[in-house]
């Protein structure tokens, strides 16, 4: 994708850019606006349960990107609604707290992770 410079349109509102690493910067904070909007038109403002795990699960966890517990498992989660088509990738992103862009990367790397272990 060659950008040299433009706009993002997003409810009326104009957001200038002039280089591809700021349109992405402008998506991922606008991503982040909406999951936000989303987020408080579901009703799902700070609420949240608790759930009891194995301490067996704690050194798989650990291989998982994320800045801590309650982080790694939400985007854990979030894929496997997605896989068992339990939710649909909007909802998937929303659920796991993530921007698109990293979502995404994150689910691409798991796609190629089990591509690899199923050529053994």
């Avoid at 410079?5 to 591809?20: A, N, Q, R």
């Avoid at 982040?32 to 759930?51: A, F, H, P, S, T």
């Avoid at 517990?69 to 992103?93: P, R, S």
Wanted: aromatic share 10%; hydrophobic share 45%.
């Amino acid at each position: 994708m060659n950008v040299k410079k433009g706009w993002i349109v997003d409810f009326g509102e104009f957001h200038p850019f002039t280089s591809l690493e700021e349109f992405n910067q402008k998506m991922t904070m606008l991503e982040d606006k909406q999951l936000i909007k989303d987020r408080e038109c579901l009703g799902m403002k700070n609420e949240k349960i608790q759930v009891e795990l194995p301490a067996e699960f704690l050194p798989y966890l650990n291989y998982l990107t994320g800045a801590n517990l309650e982080e790694k498992l939400k985007i854990v989660l979030a894929i496997d609604l997605y896989i068992t088509m339990i939710a649909d990738f909007d909802e998937a992103i929303m659920l796991s707290g993530q921007s698109a862009a990293h979502f995404n990367e994150l689910f691409n790397s798991l796609v190629l992770l089990l591509i690899k272990v199923l050529k053994r």
